[in-house]
């Protein structure tokens, strides 16, 4: 795309972001109208490999602050709560953070009691599509039941290692959050879960790996509630020599995004995209490119309820001063890769063949 074609749409894209961040403020008509307009402008002037421009990200501006390690953030399904986790320089868990709108404002942060503090910290916050349950991720000692099909009882979890935790509301507050029982939970570390609707979690583990990475895992859930069986996703999600991690299910379970370290992408970490297909197996990944990732990380991927947004974190390097954020960007740029595949039959259903 020419420099003269390729200005006026950045800046009509910026201002598409600008007003989609402007409606989950403010939810008003007017701001659903700008957001209508520039769609349109954005469709018109939209080639197949237009850029999309994200933004940093914060429901209200009275809620950023430039010294703060933004570290995962989640809405409630109804928008009306904004969980942030926060992490300190070492990217050790601060805990979380909740803002609620009342009367069209965001509320000043304040911290989950459960999931703050000397002993409770944690992070990576997920809403179940129901808004009664809150998964998370803790560091936080305690007990680990003894794992399905291994030797051994009951054990320690010492601090530094990570499980999934589960709270759920009653009425306007929390439980007190539970560790997830074996086998969503391992002896190793379990990272970022991510629930479709139909109550299937996908998370990462380090489970049977010995060289610190992760892989992504999904487990369905039974009549009774309960996750029973965990299964590793396959080649082309997980790689053997690449840390697949932080994933994100549709709520339909149509398409994943996750961060990987594989070769061929543009910084440590970066953001892929792969689309179930008609036989149920996973596309080819598919990096978001260059507009969403860096030279450092891109982590943490979520899209709010109303599918408008792709949220995400973006962190200079895993050790660094500076600042990590939330980044939003239109989910526009999901469509794009849909519409590739939709257009490429090879691309489409490249693994239909697999077993």
Not at 132 to 143: C, D, H, I, M, Y
């Amino acid at each position: 795309m020419d420099g003269a074609r390729s200005l006026p749409l950045v800046v009509i894209s910026r201002c598409y972001i600008m007003c989609l961040i402007y409606y989950w403020e403010a939810r008003s008509m007017r701001a659903l109208a700008c957001s209508l307009v520039l769609l349109t402008l954005v469709s018109c002037a939209h080639s197949a490999d237009a850029p999309v421009i994200p933004q940093t990200f914060v429901p209200s501006p009275t809620l950023a602050d430039p010294t703060r390690f933004d570290q995962y953030s989640a809405f409630s399904p109804d928008g009306s709560e904004y969980y942030l986790s926060v992490a300190d320089a070492d990217w050790n868990y601060r805990g979380i953070l909740r803002s609620i709108r009342r009367n069209g404002e965001w509320s000043p942060f304040e911290p989950l009691p459960f999931v703050w503090g000397q002993g409770k910290d944690g992070g990576e916050p997920f809403i179940g599509a129901n808004g009664a349950e809150l998964f998370f991720v803790s560091a936080r000692e305690g007990t680990r039941p003894a794992e399905t099909g291994m030797a051994g009882s009951a054990g320690i979890v010492q601090s530094g290692e990570t499980d999934i935790y589960l709270a759920r509301r009653s009425g306007k507050a929390w439980s007190e959050p539970v560790r997830l029982p074996p086998p969503v939970n391992s002896r190793s570390n379990e990272w970022h879960p991510s629930v479709a609707d139909d109550g299937t979690i996908y998370f990462a583990s380090e489970r049977g790996r010995q060289d610190g990475k992760a892989d992504i895992y999904f487990s369905r859930r039974d009549s009774t509630g309960n996750y029973r069986d965990v299964e590793r996703l396959a080649a082309p999600i997980n790689l053997d020599n690449s840390n697949d991690s932080d994933p994100f299910i549709a709520p339909d379970g149509s398409y994943l995004i996750f961060h990987s370290d594989r070769k061929g992408g543009f910084g440590e970490h970066d953001l892929y995209i792969a689309f179930r297909q008609p036989c149920g197996n996973w596309s080819e990944p598919q990096d978001l490119g260059g507009e969403i990732n860096t030279a450092g990380w891109e982590m943490g991927p979520s899209v709010t309820r109303d599918g408008r947004l792709l949220l995400f974190t973006r962190r200079a390097a895993i050790r660094t001063d500076q600042p990590s954020r939330i980044y939003a960007v239109s989910t526009a740029v999901i469509d794009r890769f849909r519409s590739r595949q939709r257009q490429d039959r090879k691309v489409r259903f490249p693994n239909c063949g697999r077993r």
